[in-house]
């Protein structure tokens, strides 16, 4: 339901166009396929998505499968699901004691709200969680990250600003192994300024836990900001490059038109999305499940 309620603007600006424009035809032909990628890309399902969606729809119509927009329809929602069903371990916490999750993204994307509900999350499952402020750049980041983990009732891992973050990770994965935590959610730094500088202090991170304990981290979640549409899938490019990201959670799914670009990522990064945000509250995160989406999308 809550998914439902979250996908409205997305469902109205992508599906809502779609069968304004179904309902006015005459017929599926290549013309009605070309108003279709005008919707698509629009709607931030991004150019190269959008391309290969009309190719696959254009071989089906060529073949004669594709008759009648009704069965349009449904071929755009099952591709549209395909490019969204990307394998990847899951994110399960069994694999590894602790299991180690590092959070990276763009400031302002809602890394430490996701960080929050994630520590709830797990806390809910009886897990024992330890929390690790790895941005240090940012005087406040560790005080928003402390304010999440006591709602969340869970320890956080800080130093003073301004120190080493692998240091941080280093503090962390010991106290979280010495303490005997299911999980450990590392935050990082998300300035793009220092876009170089920023790559680096991750990479240097991932030694570090790969150190102490190898094979850590388990998973390298990326955090984007749906409201910012292709701009989301640049972000995810940048880190993708640097650090090998694992999946990725999508926030502030809630009141954007944008949901489009969830295809786009899963389409074009082949990443496999963990959690959709829809809003701002400690129980606003959900498993991202694409048959649920695309059945919430295309109702
Ligand atoms: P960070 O800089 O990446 O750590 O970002 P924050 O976690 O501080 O979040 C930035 C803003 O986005 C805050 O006002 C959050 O409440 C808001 N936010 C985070 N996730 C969501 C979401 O899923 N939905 C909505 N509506 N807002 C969110």
Known sequence: QRMRTGLAKTQASLVGRIDALLRGCQGVDEELLEELEEILITADLGMKTTQQLIQSLEMRLDKGQLNDPDVLREALKGEIRDRLMQESAPLDPQ????????????????????????????????????????????????????????????????????????????????????????????????????????????????????????????????????TTGQNALVQARLFQEAVSVSGLALTKLDGTARGGMLVAIGGELGLPIHYVGIGEGIEDLRPFDPDLFVEALFR
């Open 95 to 226: 694999r590894a004691t602790p299991f180690v999750i590092m959070v990276v993204g763009v400031n302002g994307v809602g890394k430490t709200t996701t960080i929050g509900k994630l520590a709830h999350q797990y806390v809910q499952q009886g897990k024992k969680v330890l929390v690790g402020a790895g941005d240090t750049f940012r005087a406040a980041a560790a005080e928003q990250l402390e304010v999440w983990g006591q709602r969340a009732g869970v320890e956080v891992i800080r130093q003073a600003a301004g120190s080493d973050p692998a240091a941080v990770a280093f503090d962390a994965i010991k106290a979280a192994q010495a303490r005997k935590a299911d999980v450990l959610l590392l935050d990082t730094a998300g300035r793009l300024h220092t876009k170089v500088n920023l790559m680096e202090e991750l990479k240097k991170i991932r030694r570090v836990l790969d150190r102490e304990m190898p094979g850590a981290p388990h998973e390298t979640l990326l955090v984007v900001d749906a």
